[in-house]
T-cell receptor
């Protein structure tokens, strides 16, 4: 079965880089996503990476994928107070069963 | 403009009183999901529809049902809410296929059971 795990909490100073890590177990995952959830809100897709890629950069966001170790990370450069939120990684298998499985979420606290 | 709309944003229901949460979409996506998210936890998939085909997760309680009368609307029915069903309920939609398509989420409905 699928299992996606993240560390629960990360605290960084404004202007520093944040790195949020995620491990997953389903090697058949096709896409891996990072979602952001602000308090009381739904989920907002930040970025994604296809499983045959190692890295993807999107402005301040860098996603690294180590498929061998089933490890995904999200790096946020120049972290701002507006980045404070919960970040979920999620895996998706594009085969017959269209299921998106979420990790446990990492709460990012940005200290001014 | 909101593309996945959930109503209401906040719902208070009495213990044991049936309640229905609604989700509508303007994206014409053929897959619609319902997730339950309890405080400080990951969203947990309850079930999803691919067109009219209903796919229930094995551990979703029988107390939770769903209806999808057409492409645009999907409902979550909780037949006899218990205190443990208090949570944020998230609806999401996507297009089925092997190409990557983003899952769009609604703002969620926060359910309180009293």
């Amino acid at each position: 079965g699928e299992d996606v795990e993240q560390s629960l909490f990360l605290s960084v100073r404004e202007g520093d880089s944040s790195v949020i890590n995620c491990t997953y177990t389903d090697s058949s995952s096709t896409y891996l996503y990072w979602y952001k959830q602000e308090p009381g809100a739904g989920l907002q897709l930040l970025t994604y990476i296809f499983s045959n890629m190692d890295m993807k950069q999107d402005q301040r966001l860098t996603v690294l994928l180590n498929k061998k170790d089933k490890h995904l990370s999200l790096r946020i450069a120049d972290t701002q107070t507006g980045d404070s939120a919960i970040y979920f990684c999620a895996e998706f298998y594009s085969g017959g069963y269209q299921k998106v499985t979420f990790g446990t979420g990492t709460k990012l606290q940005v200290i001014p | 403009d909101a593309m996945v709309i959930q109503n209401p944003r906040y719902q208070v229901t009495q213990f044991g009183k049936p309640v229905t949460l609604s989700c509508s979409q303007t994206l014409n996506h053929n897959v619609m999901y319902w997730y339950q998210q309890k405080s400080s936890q990951a969203p947990k998939l309850l079930f999803h529809y691919y067109d009219k085909d209903f796919n229930n997760e094995a551990d979703t309680p029988d107390n939770f049902q769903s209806r999808r009368p057409n492409t645009s609307f999907c409902f979550l029915d909780i037949r006899s809410p218990g205190l443990g069903d208090a949570a944020m309920y998230l609806c999401a939609t996507r297009t089925y296929g092997t190409e990557n398509t983003e899952a769009f989420f609604g703002q969620g409905t926060r359910l309180t059971v009293v």
